[in-house]
């Protein structure tokens, strides 16, 4: 059997038996989640079930393969914003404490060289960064663990999407032959897949931050490590695109509040999630769509890895321009103030 098919297996089975058990310390450390007029449930939910993620892509990782000095770089920093989470699903931390958090993770990648080290050129060579690699690297690993965070709004939405974006990076990763790329992303999988059994709605539990930081951090941190040993038509574009559905709903809700002349971090129910729900979706109905949007997007990315870099590109802005124009339509860029929260 194929290592990664171990690991994941191990991640399911550890995330899957965790959950409960770390339910019962999210209620004890009195870290719920308590409804209000943007959230979509009625009762209090216990949060802080990325614990239960964690454990399962640690335990599928460590046991199925030799740990080296870039692995321990990214637990590190994965550690860093595990705590993040914690703290700030039992205490409510503000904006720029989780991102000196966000930040610091992102350092702890750095000090240990698994680092962006040059840019894909559709039009010519590769564009070295050198100087500049550093905050590039923070900028990535920041913006991708913020687009996994703000997605997380109904049961089972940020653990299925960051399922399939980990299973396109893997199935990319086994083209490109980058066995420690597969195996990292079979864990986070596997580790995801296992806690959406307790979390599809109706969640039993929430990720919280705890899960959401954790998760978009792993997948920003492994984008890196492909992008550093793949081959050059790989880059960032696959996982900016098996990324694409919660990438494009912080980017239109960033549009959208600037728009409204109102702070990019402040809540507001224009999210695509709150606009199909508001067109008649039920929750899982809602799920379930975009599900198939974010699968639709993986198949994309697997073909984004088999093309050469011009054509990677064009069929980048062509897959940004068939989402413009569906968000207009659906009213992601194009709400009322009064759906901005005061």
Not at 16 to 25: I, M, W
Not at 130 to 148: E, R
Not at 271 to 278: N, Q, S
């Amino acid at each position: 059997m194929q290592i990664y098919i171990v690991a994941f297996i191990i991640a399911v089975a550890v995330a899957y038996f965790a959950t409960p058990h770390v339910k019962e310390l999210a209620i004890k450390a009195g870290a719920m989640d308590t409804p209000d007029e943007r959230k979509v449930h009625r009762e209090p939910v216990p949060r802080m079930g990325g614990l239960a993620i964690y454990f399962g892509v640690v335990a599928a990782v460590f046991i199925s393969m030799k740990i080296n000095h870039q692995i321990l770089g990214i637990f590190l920093g994965g550690s860093i914003m595990l705590a993040v989470g914690i703290i700030d699903d039992i205490k409510q931390l503000s904006a720029k404490a989780k991102l000196a958090g966000q930040i610091l993770a992102a350092m702890a990648l750095i000090v240990f060289d698994v680092r962006i080290e040059w840019l894909t050129n559709p039009f010519g060579p590769m564009i070295y960064l050198d100087y500049l690699s550093i905050p590039v690297t923070i900028l990535w690993i920041v913006a991708v663990t913020n687009t996994v965070n703000l997605i997380d709004g109904l049961d089972g939405l940020a653990a299925g999407v960051s399922s399939i974006a980990s299973i396109t990076i893997l199935f990319v990763a086994l083209q490109q032959n980058l066995w420690m790329v597969a195996l990292l992303t079979a864990a986070i999988a596997g580790s995801a897949l296992g806690f959406l059994f307790h979390n599809f709605n109706p969640a039993k539990i929430f990720m919280g931050d705890t899960g959401s930081l954790f998760l978009g951090y792993m997948l920003a941190a492994v984008s890196i490590m492909g992008a550093v040993k793949g081959a050059a038509t790989i880059a960032l574009f696959v996982p900016i695109v098996a990324l694409g559905l919660p990438i494009m709903d912080t980017a239109f809700a960033i549009i959208r509040r600037y728009h409204h002349g109102v702070p990019i971090f402040r809540p507001d129910k224009g999210h695509l999630h709150h606009r199909l729900l508001a067109m008649g979706l039920s929750q899982k109905q809602v799920v379930l769509s975009m599900y198939v949007v974010s699968g639709l997007l993986g198949l994309s990315a697997i073909i984004l890895s088999e093309v050469s870099q011009l054509y990677a590109f064009l069929i980048f802005i062509a897959i940004a321009a068939v989402s413009v124009v569906a968000a207009k339509k659906i009213g992601v860029l194009d709400i009322h103030e009064k759906n901005v929260d005061a």
